[in-house]
């Protein structure tokens, strides 16, 4: 007997080595729910995760972090990948991503949760937040809000990359009129407003001649607006928790933000983690378990704020979210 035929599987088949967030085709996604093994500490970690997150659904609570935390290489990111996949439950290769786990997971409580939290209408928001932000980033004090509302922006199918851009069709699609909009900027430009959207100031004209026909702004009006967003356009965290609760309002629908190497992004500076704190707690107010945050991170979270204790922060607020 040949030693590979021991193997129930083909062992000369392609794996990814290092696990990847962002853009998988349906053969990756396949492969990554098929093989994905379920250890008992695995287990453990779904029972809590899903069962708290399953009571989330008809209790309205404040408590919506998740910290996942482990040394490089320990399976985090790929933990946090699967998490992803389970609430989102897409079709993949003709069977549903909870369904992967019937045949994993032996404890029926948990799978039972793991079945609950699926069917809700979860929007899942998963990301690498190193390779969302942009180069400045780190010197910004609301880094992490900007990064997580480009990313949601991204997610329902507004402009990723420019807030002022997503801002203004987010106010276009309440009108019920943003597909006019759509409509009318490629009529006058004869450009795709998808694929030019994130370099909208090179078609300011026509944006703006848009907004007369569609709106019917006069074009002072409409040039003022266009100045003033692309000048002065700031969000707060709380009108980032306003905006993800009314999305969640809106469609009956439930929004996880995935973010992975969040730790390493934040590392010693106390502003970033000052970030994430308010938008947890904002995203806890204002959407009262709607909005989850689940991070990861090579740094346990008590270990992180003990390591800032001498710079006069305090960050007692997201231990108790997390």
């Known amino acids: 007997m040949i030693i590979k035929d021991l193997f129930k599987k083909n062992i000369g088949r392609p794996i990814q080595g290092v696990v990847t967030i962002g853009n998988e085709d349906e053969e990756q996604k396949w492969q990554e729910l098929e093989e994905y093994v379920c250890t008992d500490e695995i287990t453990k970690s779904f029972r809590t995760f899903f069962r708290r997150y ?105 402009c990723g990359s420019s807030p002022w851009v997503a801002d203004m069709e987010r106010t276009l699609d309440e009108e019920s009129k943003l597909e006019e909009f759509v409509a009318k900027f490629e009529e006058i430009s004869n450009r795709n407003w998808v694929q030019t959207r994130a370099k909208a100031l090179l078609n300011r004209d026509a ?12 074009e002072e009006s409409a040039k003022a607006f266009v100045e003033d967003q692309t000048r002065n356009f700031t969000n707060t965290t709380e009108d980032f928790a306003k905006i993800v609760s009314k999305y969640c309002q809106t469609n009956k629908a439930r929004v996880i933000f995935l973010m992975d190497e969040v730790g390493q992004f934040i590392g010693d500076n106390t502003q970033l983690m000052l970030n994430l704190q308010t938008c947890v707690e904002d995203l806890g107010k204002y959407c009262r378990g709607q909005a989850w945050v689940v991070v990861t991170s090579q740094q346990e979270l008590k270990a992180m704020i003990d390591s800032t204790k001498d710079k006069q922060q305090d960050f007692s607020k997201i231990q108790g979210r997390f």
């Open 207 to 218: 944006i703006i001649k848009a907004l007369v026909a569609v709106r019917g702004m006069t």
């Open 54 to 158: 399953r009571e989330s659904i008809a209790t309205p609570t404040e408590k919506m972090g998740v910290w996942i935390t482990g040394f490089f290489g320990s399976g985090k990111s790929h933990f946090l990948k699967i998490l992803g996949y389970i609430l989102e439950n897409e079709e993949v290769a003709g069977v549903r991503a909870a369904e992967y786990f019937k045949d994993k997971i032996k404890d029926e409580l948990v799978l039972a949760d793991i079945c609950q939290s699926a069917k809700a209408n979860n929007k899942v928001v998963l990301f690498n937040i190193d390779s969302k932000a942009k180069s400045d980033s780190k010197t910004k004090t609301q880094a992490i809000m900007d990064i997580m509302l480009r990313a949601f922006n991204e997610s329902v199918g507004y």
